[in-house]
Protein backbone atom coordinates (compact mmCIF):
# COMPACT_ATOMS: atom_id res chain seq x y z
CA UNK A 1 0.00 0.00 0.00
CA UNK A 2 2.49 2.60 0.92
CA UNK A 3 4.59 1.33 -2.43
CA UNK A 4 1.25 2.25 -4.40
CA UNK A 5 0.85 5.83 -2.63
CA UNK A 6 4.77 6.62 -3.31
CA UNK A 7 4.02 5.95 -6.87
CA UNK A 8 1.09 8.13 -6.95
CA UNK A 9 3.04 10.70 -5.17
CA UNK A 10 5.99 10.72 -7.50
CA UNK A 11 3.84 10.61 -10.74
CA UNK A 12 1.40 13.55 -9.65
CA UNK A 13 2.74 15.21 -6.24
CA UNK A 14 6.34 15.20 -7.21
CA UNK A 15 5.36 15.62 -10.63
CA UNK A 16 8.82 15.22 -12.10
CA UNK A 17 8.67 18.04 -15.11
CA UNK A 18 6.28 20.20 -13.86
CA UNK A 19 7.29 20.99 -10.14
CA UNK A 20 11.37 19.15 -10.19
CA UNK A 21 12.09 20.76 -13.25
CA UNK A 22 13.76 17.00 -14.72
CA UNK A 23 13.70 16.16 -18.29
CA UNK A 24 12.51 19.58 -19.98
CA UNK A 25 14.27 19.38 -22.90
CA UNK A 26 12.10 16.32 -24.78
CA UNK A 27 9.14 17.92 -22.60
CA UNK A 28 8.88 20.65 -24.72
CA UNK A 29 10.77 19.18 -27.72
CA UNK A 30 9.52 16.40 -28.24
CA UNK A 31 5.78 17.51 -27.54
CA UNK A 32 4.17 19.34 -30.72
CA UNK A 33 2.40 16.20 -31.93
CA UNK A 34 0.32 13.05 -30.02
CA UNK A 35 1.77 11.09 -31.78
CA UNK A 36 5.76 11.25 -31.37
CA UNK A 37 4.85 12.28 -27.62
CA UNK A 38 3.14 8.75 -27.01
CA UNK A 39 6.24 7.10 -28.46
CA UNK A 40 8.81 8.97 -26.06
CA UNK A 41 6.29 8.14 -23.18
CA UNK A 42 6.96 4.73 -23.61
CA UNK A 43 11.03 4.25 -23.92
CA UNK A 44 10.77 6.83 -20.95
CA UNK A 45 8.75 4.83 -18.66
CA UNK A 46 11.25 1.45 -19.92
CA UNK A 47 14.26 3.01 -19.66
CA UNK A 48 13.79 5.33 -15.92
CA UNK A 49 12.34 1.98 -14.76
CA UNK A 50 15.10 -0.05 -15.75
CA UNK A 51 17.67 2.38 -14.79
CA UNK A 52 16.24 2.92 -11.60
CA UNK A 53 16.59 -0.41 -10.44
CA UNK A 54 20.10 -1.36 -12.12
CA UNK A 55 21.43 1.87 -10.73
CA UNK A 56 19.80 0.81 -7.27
CA UNK A 57 21.01 -2.84 -7.53
CA UNK A 58 24.59 -1.67 -8.26
CA UNK A 59 24.69 1.11 -5.67
CA UNK A 60 23.41 -1.33 -3.00
CA UNK A 61 25.47 -4.29 -3.86
CA UNK A 62 28.52 -2.40 -5.15
CA UNK A 63 29.36 0.92 -4.46
CA UNK A 64 28.15 1.06 -0.86
CA UNK A 65 30.21 -2.19 0.51
CA UNK A 66 32.98 -1.20 -1.02
CA UNK A 67 32.24 2.47 0.12
CA UNK A 68 32.60 4.29 -3.07
CA UNK A 69 29.56 6.06 -3.03
CA UNK A 70 31.60 9.33 -4.33
CA UNK A 71 31.66 7.44 -7.62
CA UNK A 72 27.39 7.54 -7.87
CA UNK A 73 27.08 10.42 -10.43
CA UNK A 74 29.90 8.83 -12.70
CA UNK A 75 28.78 5.40 -12.61
CA UNK A 76 24.96 5.82 -12.91
CA UNK A 77 25.86 8.14 -15.88
CA UNK A 78 27.52 5.27 -18.05
CA UNK A 79 25.51 3.13 -16.87
CA UNK A 80 22.28 4.59 -17.91
CA UNK A 81 24.22 5.35 -21.40
CA UNK A 82 25.19 1.79 -22.08
CA UNK A 83 22.17 0.24 -20.59
CA UNK A 84 19.68 2.81 -23.21
CA UNK A 85 22.59 1.28 -26.13
CA UNK A 86 22.00 -1.81 -24.91
CA UNK A 87 18.44 -1.93 -25.20
CA UNK A 88 18.38 0.24 -28.45
CA UNK A 89 20.69 -2.61 -30.03
CA UNK A 90 17.80 -5.45 -28.18
CA UNK A 91 14.84 -3.62 -29.63
CA UNK A 92 16.16 -3.36 -33.29
CA UNK A 93 17.19 -7.31 -33.54
CA UNK A 94 13.99 -8.73 -31.72
CA UNK A 95 11.31 -5.95 -33.26
CA UNK A 96 12.14 -3.70 -35.70
CA UNK A 97 7.98 -2.79 -35.68
CA UNK A 98 8.47 -1.43 -32.24
CA UNK A 99 11.96 0.23 -33.04
CA UNK A 100 10.05 2.04 -35.37
CA UNK A 101 7.30 3.65 -32.56
CA UNK A 102 10.18 3.72 -29.89
CA UNK A 103 13.40 2.59 -30.44
CA UNK A 104 14.01 5.88 -32.25
CA UNK A 105 13.81 7.81 -29.11
CA UNK A 106 16.49 5.99 -27.37
CA UNK A 107 19.28 8.16 -28.04
CA UNK A 108 17.73 11.54 -27.01
CA UNK A 109 16.68 9.86 -23.54
CA UNK A 110 20.52 9.41 -22.68
CA UNK A 111 20.83 13.27 -21.75
CA UNK A 112 17.72 13.28 -20.09
CA UNK A 113 18.27 14.29 -16.82
CA UNK A 114 14.72 12.71 -15.28
CA UNK A 115 16.70 9.77 -15.96
CA UNK A 116 19.99 10.00 -13.92
CA UNK A 117 17.94 12.60 -11.66
CA UNK A 118 15.79 9.62 -10.20
CA UNK A 119 18.27 7.35 -10.11
CA UNK A 120 20.55 9.59 -7.58
CA UNK A 121 17.37 10.97 -5.66
CA UNK A 122 16.87 7.43 -5.00
CA UNK A 123 20.11 7.04 -3.14
CA UNK A 124 19.60 10.32 -1.60
CA UNK A 125 16.57 9.00 -0.27
CA UNK A 126 17.88 5.78 0.77
CA UNK A 127 15.65 3.86 -1.07
CA UNK A 128 16.03 -0.14 -1.31
CA UNK A 129 15.77 -1.66 -5.03
CA UNK A 130 12.39 -2.41 -4.92
CA UNK A 131 10.85 1.02 -3.63
CA UNK A 132 13.68 2.78 -6.10
CA UNK A 133 12.07 0.41 -9.14
CA UNK A 134 8.62 2.01 -7.81
CA UNK A 135 9.65 4.93 -7.42
CA UNK A 136 10.97 5.44 -10.62
CA UNK A 137 7.56 3.86 -12.26
CA UNK A 138 5.99 6.27 -10.92
CA UNK A 139 7.85 9.52 -11.96
CA UNK A 140 7.70 8.05 -15.69
CA UNK A 141 4.48 7.53 -15.62
CA UNK A 142 4.37 11.19 -14.17
CA UNK A 143 6.33 12.48 -17.06
CA UNK A 144 4.19 10.27 -19.56
CA UNK A 145 0.98 12.33 -18.41
CA UNK A 146 3.11 16.03 -18.28
CA UNK A 147 3.91 15.67 -21.87
CA UNK A 148 0.90 13.77 -23.36
CA UNK A 149 -1.22 16.53 -21.49
CA UNK A 150 1.08 19.03 -23.04
CA UNK A 151 0.99 17.75 -26.47
CA UNK A 152 -2.56 17.76 -26.57
CA UNK A 153 -2.62 21.28 -25.16
CA UNK A 154 -0.12 22.29 -28.16
CA UNK A 155 -1.94 20.66 -31.03
CA UNK A 156 -5.02 22.90 -29.95
CA UNK A 157 -3.84 26.19 -29.04
CA UNK A 158 -0.79 26.34 -31.96
CA UNK A 159 -2.45 28.84 -34.08
CA UNK A 160 -4.09 30.69 -31.52
CA UNK A 161 -3.56 34.24 -31.99
CA UNK A 162 -0.93 35.51 -29.15
CA UNK A 163 0.88 38.86 -29.11
CA UNK A 164 3.90 38.64 -31.67
CA UNK A 165 6.87 38.69 -28.73
CA UNK A 166 4.83 35.59 -27.12
CA UNK A 167 4.85 33.12 -30.00
CA UNK A 168 6.71 29.79 -30.03
CA UNK A 169 8.45 29.44 -26.81
CA UNK A 170 6.94 31.76 -24.25
CA UNK A 171 3.71 30.27 -25.60
CA UNK A 172 4.45 26.77 -24.93
CA UNK A 173 6.39 27.80 -21.46
CA UNK A 174 3.27 29.99 -19.91
CA UNK A 175 1.27 26.42 -20.83
CA UNK A 176 3.28 24.62 -18.93
CA UNK A 177 3.51 27.56 -16.04
CA UNK A 178 -0.42 26.71 -15.95
CA UNK A 179 -0.06 22.80 -15.71
CA UNK A 180 2.25 23.60 -13.07
CA UNK A 181 -0.17 25.43 -11.13
CA UNK A 182 -2.67 22.89 -12.32
CA UNK A 183 -0.80 19.90 -10.07
CA UNK A 184 -0.16 21.64 -7.58
CA UNK A 185 -3.53 20.72 -6.22
CA UNK A 186 -2.70 16.80 -5.98
CA UNK A 187 -0.36 18.39 -3.24
CA UNK A 188 -4.09 18.10 -1.14
CA UNK A 189 -4.37 14.13 -1.99
CA UNK A 190 -2.00 12.63 -0.42
CA UNK B 1 43.98 38.70 -27.57
CA UNK B 2 41.20 39.35 -30.47
CA UNK B 3 40.34 35.67 -30.15
CA UNK B 4 39.68 35.96 -26.66
CA UNK B 5 37.57 38.61 -26.71
CA UNK B 6 35.56 37.39 -29.61
CA UNK B 7 35.07 34.02 -27.29
CA UNK B 8 33.79 35.96 -24.42
CA UNK B 9 31.51 37.90 -26.16
CA UNK B 10 30.25 35.21 -28.25
CA UNK B 11 29.45 33.19 -25.25
CA UNK B 12 27.71 36.40 -22.86
CA UNK B 13 26.20 38.29 -25.67
CA UNK B 14 25.49 36.70 -28.77
CA UNK B 15 25.44 32.92 -28.16
CA UNK B 16 24.54 33.67 -24.54
CA UNK B 17 22.98 29.56 -23.24
CA UNK B 18 19.64 31.59 -21.63
CA UNK B 19 18.98 34.28 -23.22
CA UNK B 20 19.20 34.30 -26.65
CA UNK B 21 19.80 29.59 -27.55
CA UNK B 22 17.31 28.98 -24.54
CA UNK B 23 19.41 25.83 -23.80
CA UNK B 24 20.16 24.11 -20.72
CA UNK B 25 16.52 24.90 -19.18
CA UNK B 26 16.58 22.30 -16.74
CA UNK B 27 18.56 23.82 -14.24
CA UNK B 28 17.41 27.23 -15.13
CA UNK B 29 13.90 26.60 -13.97
CA UNK B 30 15.14 24.74 -10.81
CA UNK B 31 17.39 26.57 -9.07
CA UNK B 32 16.81 30.05 -9.59
CA UNK B 33 14.17 30.46 -6.46
CA UNK B 34 16.62 33.37 -5.47
CA UNK B 35 19.58 35.45 -6.73
CA UNK B 36 22.56 33.21 -4.59
CA UNK B 37 21.28 30.25 -5.53
CA UNK B 38 21.03 30.82 -9.53
CA UNK B 39 24.50 32.32 -9.58
CA UNK B 40 25.91 29.29 -7.11
CA UNK B 41 24.74 26.99 -9.51
CA UNK B 42 26.09 29.62 -12.26
CA UNK B 43 29.45 29.90 -10.98
CA UNK B 44 29.41 25.89 -10.56
CA UNK B 45 28.72 25.08 -14.06
CA UNK B 46 31.09 27.80 -14.80
CA UNK B 47 34.25 25.54 -13.29
CA UNK B 48 32.43 22.81 -14.80
CA UNK B 49 32.56 24.00 -18.15
CA UNK B 50 35.97 25.64 -18.00
CA UNK B 51 37.95 22.86 -16.47
CA UNK B 52 36.10 20.08 -19.38
CA UNK B 53 36.76 22.35 -22.02
CA UNK B 54 40.25 22.82 -21.49
CA UNK B 55 40.72 19.14 -20.75
CA UNK B 56 38.88 18.09 -23.72
CA UNK B 57 41.00 20.73 -25.67
CA UNK B 58 43.83 19.21 -24.30
CA UNK B 59 43.28 15.74 -25.05
CA UNK B 60 41.32 16.44 -28.69
CA UNK B 61 44.01 14.28 -30.28
CA UNK B 62 44.40 11.41 -28.29
CA UNK B 63 40.61 10.47 -28.14
CA UNK B 64 39.42 8.50 -30.52
CA UNK B 65 36.63 10.16 -32.53
CA UNK B 66 34.61 7.23 -31.91
CA UNK B 67 34.46 6.91 -27.87
CA UNK B 68 34.66 10.52 -27.43
CA UNK B 69 30.89 11.11 -25.74
CA UNK B 70 31.64 8.24 -23.17
CA UNK B 71 35.24 10.29 -22.95
CA UNK B 72 33.71 13.59 -22.63
CA UNK B 73 31.13 12.00 -20.15
CA UNK B 74 34.11 10.47 -17.81
CA UNK B 75 35.75 14.35 -17.76
CA UNK B 76 33.22 15.73 -16.69
CA UNK B 77 31.12 13.51 -14.46
CA UNK B 78 34.58 13.81 -12.38
CA UNK B 79 34.91 17.36 -12.66
CA UNK B 80 31.34 17.59 -11.45
CA UNK B 81 32.32 15.25 -8.22
CA UNK B 82 34.90 17.24 -7.71
CA UNK B 83 32.47 20.56 -7.84
CA UNK B 84 30.23 18.78 -5.50
CA UNK B 85 32.82 18.19 -2.50
CA UNK B 86 34.31 21.57 -3.24
CA UNK B 87 30.64 22.73 -2.58
CA UNK B 88 29.89 20.41 0.35
CA UNK B 89 33.15 21.39 2.02
CA UNK B 90 33.24 25.05 1.70
CA UNK B 91 29.74 26.90 1.27
CA UNK B 92 27.22 23.97 3.00
CA UNK B 93 24.26 25.89 2.75
CA UNK B 94 24.63 26.46 -0.62
CA UNK B 95 25.16 22.67 -1.47
CA UNK B 96 22.19 21.63 0.47
CA UNK B 97 19.76 23.88 -1.55
CA UNK B 98 20.96 23.45 -4.75
CA UNK B 99 20.56 19.56 -3.61
CA UNK B 100 20.32 17.26 -6.97
CA UNK B 101 20.85 19.68 -9.21
CA UNK B 102 24.35 19.55 -8.60
CA UNK B 103 25.50 16.06 -9.57
CA UNK B 104 23.14 17.00 -12.70
CA UNK B 105 25.42 19.67 -14.10
CA UNK B 106 26.60 16.06 -16.09
CA UNK B 107 23.81 16.09 -18.21
CA UNK B 108 23.88 20.11 -19.02
CA UNK B 109 23.28 20.30 -22.58
CA UNK B 110 25.63 23.37 -22.48
CA UNK B 111 28.59 21.50 -21.12
CA UNK B 112 28.57 18.43 -23.88
CA UNK B 113 27.78 20.75 -26.50
CA UNK B 114 30.36 23.19 -26.29
CA UNK B 115 32.61 20.16 -25.56
CA UNK B 116 31.54 18.89 -29.03
CA UNK B 117 31.26 22.26 -30.88
CA UNK B 118 33.93 24.15 -29.77
CA UNK B 119 37.12 22.61 -27.55
CA UNK B 120 37.13 19.22 -29.48
CA UNK B 121 38.41 21.56 -32.27
CA UNK B 122 40.08 24.43 -31.32
CA UNK B 123 43.35 25.38 -29.56
CA UNK B 124 43.30 25.37 -25.17
CA UNK B 125 43.38 29.20 -24.78
CA UNK B 126 40.85 29.90 -27.07
CA UNK B 127 38.05 26.59 -25.56
CA UNK B 128 38.69 27.94 -21.65
CA UNK B 129 37.60 31.82 -23.22
CA UNK B 130 34.99 30.09 -24.26
CA UNK B 131 34.10 27.98 -21.64
CA UNK B 132 34.59 31.42 -19.20
CA UNK B 133 32.33 33.20 -22.03
CA UNK B 134 29.94 30.52 -21.83
CA UNK B 135 30.02 30.01 -18.48
CA UNK B 136 29.52 33.93 -17.42
CA UNK B 137 26.39 33.92 -19.73
CA UNK B 138 25.03 31.28 -18.36
CA UNK B 139 25.39 32.37 -15.19
CA UNK B 140 24.05 35.90 -16.23
CA UNK B 141 20.74 34.38 -17.59
CA UNK B 142 20.80 32.27 -14.30
CA UNK B 143 20.93 35.75 -12.36
CA UNK B 144 18.63 37.77 -13.67
CA UNK B 145 15.76 34.91 -13.00
CA UNK B 146 16.92 34.32 -9.95
CA UNK B 147 16.59 38.53 -9.30
CA UNK B 148 13.37 38.58 -10.66
CA UNK B 149 11.62 35.21 -8.80
CA UNK B 150 13.36 36.54 -5.60
CA UNK B 151 11.99 39.76 -5.95
CA UNK B 152 8.60 39.12 -7.38
CA UNK B 153 7.89 35.95 -5.59
CA UNK B 154 9.85 37.10 -1.53
CA UNK B 155 10.17 41.09 -2.02
CA UNK B 156 13.73 40.59 -1.43
CA UNK B 157 17.44 41.09 -2.94
CA UNK B 158 20.07 38.81 -1.70
CA UNK B 159 18.02 37.46 1.55
CA UNK B 160 19.44 34.95 3.70
CA UNK B 161 16.44 33.86 5.22
CA UNK B 162 17.06 36.25 8.04
CA UNK B 163 18.77 39.33 6.61
CA UNK B 164 18.76 41.16 3.40
CA UNK B 165 20.66 43.45 0.95
CA UNK B 166 17.13 45.26 0.43
CA UNK B 167 13.94 43.88 1.37
CA UNK B 168 10.56 45.67 0.38
CA UNK B 169 8.17 46.54 3.31
CA UNK B 170 5.16 44.36 3.86
CA UNK B 171 2.70 47.66 3.69
CA UNK B 172 4.09 48.40 -0.15
CA UNK B 173 4.43 44.99 -1.73
CA UNK B 174 2.65 41.47 -0.73
CA UNK B 175 5.23 38.69 -2.02
CA UNK B 176 3.28 36.89 -4.48
CA UNK B 177 5.18 33.71 -3.29
CA UNK B 178 3.99 31.34 -6.75
CA UNK B 179 6.81 32.73 -8.40
CA UNK B 180 9.06 30.97 -6.00
CA UNK B 181 6.98 28.29 -6.53
CA UNK B 182 7.41 25.51 -9.56
CA UNK B 183 5.21 27.52 -12.00
CA UNK B 184 6.62 30.85 -11.07
CA UNK B 185 9.78 29.16 -12.62
CA UNK B 186 7.64 28.98 -16.09
CA UNK B 187 6.02 32.22 -16.26
CA UNK B 188 8.82 34.31 -15.15
CA UNK B 189 11.15 32.52 -18.04
CA UNK B 190 8.20 32.93 -20.91
CA UNK B 191 8.14 37.03 -19.79
CA UNK B 192 11.98 36.70 -20.38
CA UNK B 193 12.21 35.69 -23.19
CA UNK B 194 9.30 37.07 -24.63
CA UNK B 195 11.27 40.37 -23.80
CA UNK B 196 14.41 39.23 -25.27
CA UNK B 197 12.12 38.18 -28.59
CA UNK B 198 10.50 41.86 -28.66
CA UNK B 199 14.57 43.07 -28.51
CA UNK B 200 15.70 40.32 -30.90
CA UNK B 201 12.44 41.69 -33.58
CA UNK B 202 14.39 45.44 -33.43
CA UNK B 203 17.82 43.67 -34.37
CA UNK B 204 15.87 41.73 -36.29
CA UNK B 205 17.03 38.24 -35.53
CA UNK B 206 14.93 35.06 -35.24
CA UNK B 207 12.63 34.62 -31.88
CA UNK B 208 13.54 31.85 -29.75
CA UNK B 209 11.95 29.07 -31.12
CA UNK B 210 10.70 25.94 -29.46
CA UNK B 211 13.13 23.02 -30.09
CA UNK B 212 11.17 20.37 -32.30
CA UNK B 213 13.12 16.80 -31.82
CA UNK B 214 10.94 15.13 -34.12
CA UNK B 215 12.40 16.58 -37.68
CA UNK B 216 16.19 17.27 -38.79
CA UNK B 217 16.15 21.13 -38.44
CA UNK B 218 14.85 21.24 -34.98
CA UNK B 219 17.54 18.46 -33.70
CA UNK B 220 20.74 20.53 -34.79
CA UNK B 221 19.28 23.50 -32.75
CA UNK B 222 19.71 21.13 -30.02
CA UNK B 223 23.73 21.32 -28.15
CA UNK B 224 23.00 17.58 -27.18
CA UNK B 225 22.42 16.77 -31.01
CA UNK B 226 26.36 15.49 -31.08
CA UNK B 227 25.45 13.32 -28.58
CA UNK B 228 22.93 11.31 -30.16
CA UNK B 229 24.82 11.11 -33.41
CA UNK B 230 27.45 10.40 -31.36
CA UNK B 231 26.04 8.00 -28.63
CA UNK B 232 25.24 5.04 -31.59
CA UNK B 233 27.55 5.23 -34.11
CA UNK B 234 28.06 1.93 -35.30
CA UNK B 235 24.42 1.39 -35.18
CA UNK B 236 23.67 4.65 -37.38
CA UNK B 237 23.95 3.32 -41.18
CA UNK B 238 21.54 0.71 -40.45
CA UNK B 239 19.47 3.01 -39.00
CA UNK B 240 19.55 5.20 -42.10
CA UNK B 241 16.52 2.95 -44.48
CA UNK B 242 13.58 2.74 -41.04
CA UNK B 243 14.82 7.03 -40.88
CA UNK B 244 13.21 6.97 -44.18
CA UNK B 245 10.83 5.24 -43.91
CA UNK B 246 9.27 6.60 -40.85
CA UNK B 247 10.87 10.45 -41.88
CA UNK B 248 7.94 12.25 -39.80
CA UNK B 249 8.38 10.17 -36.84
CA UNK B 250 12.55 9.27 -37.08
CA UNK B 251 14.92 11.41 -35.01
CA UNK B 252 17.94 12.07 -37.06
CA UNK B 253 21.22 11.05 -35.77
CA UNK B 254 23.37 11.95 -38.01
CA UNK B 255 23.31 15.41 -37.54
CA UNK B 256 26.83 15.93 -36.37
CA UNK B 257 28.21 17.99 -39.22
CA UNK B 258 25.78 20.85 -38.70
CA UNK B 259 26.48 21.67 -35.10
CA UNK B 260 29.61 23.90 -36.26
CA UNK B 261 27.32 25.15 -38.51
CA UNK B 262 24.86 26.26 -37.01
CA UNK B 263 27.40 28.80 -35.32
CA UNK B 264 28.81 30.41 -38.49
CA UNK B 265 25.36 30.09 -39.48
CA UNK B 266 24.15 33.01 -36.59
CA UNK B 267 27.85 34.65 -37.68
CA UNK B 268 26.65 34.75 -41.38
CA UNK B 269 22.95 35.68 -40.07
CA UNK B 270 24.52 38.95 -37.74
CA UNK B 271 26.77 40.22 -41.17
Given at each position: MSLLLLAISAALVNNVVLSQFLGL?????????????????GAVIVVITAASAICSAIYHFILAPLNLTYLNTIVFILVIASLVQFMEMFIKKSNPAL?????????????????????????????????STINGFGT???????????????????????????KGMPHVLLTAGLMSIAFFGWAGVL | MNKILERLHNGIIKENPILIMTLGMCPTLAVTTSL????????????????????????RKFIPDTVRIPAYIVIVASLVTIIQFVLQGFVPDLYSSLG?????????????????????????????????GMGLGFTMGLGILGFLRELIGNGTILSDGANALL???EEIYTPASVMIL?????????????????????????????????????????????????????????????????????????????????ETAVKEEKE
Amino acid sequence: MSLLLLAISAALVNNVVLSQFLGLCPFLGVSKKINTSVGMSGAVIVVITAASAICSAIYHFILAPLNLTYLNTIVFILVIASLVQFMEMFIKKSNPALYQSLGVFLPLITTNCAVLGVALSNVQKNYDIWTSTINGFGTALGFALAILLLASIRERNEDNDVPKSFKGMPHVLLTAGLMSIAFFGWAGVL
Amino acid sequence: MNKILERLHNGIIKENPILIMTLGMCPTLAVTTSLINGLGMGMSTLAVLVCSNFLISLLRKFIPDTVRIPAYIVIVASLVTIIQFVLQGFVPDLYSSLGIYIPLIVVNCIILGRAEAYASKSKIIPSIFDGIGMGLGFTMGLGILGFLRELIGNGTILSDGANALLKIPEEIYTPASVMILAPGAFIVLAFVIATMNKIKEKKGMKPAEVPDYTTKEGCAGCAAASMCAGAAPQTEAPADPLKAKAESAAIPRAVKPEVPKTETAVKEEKE
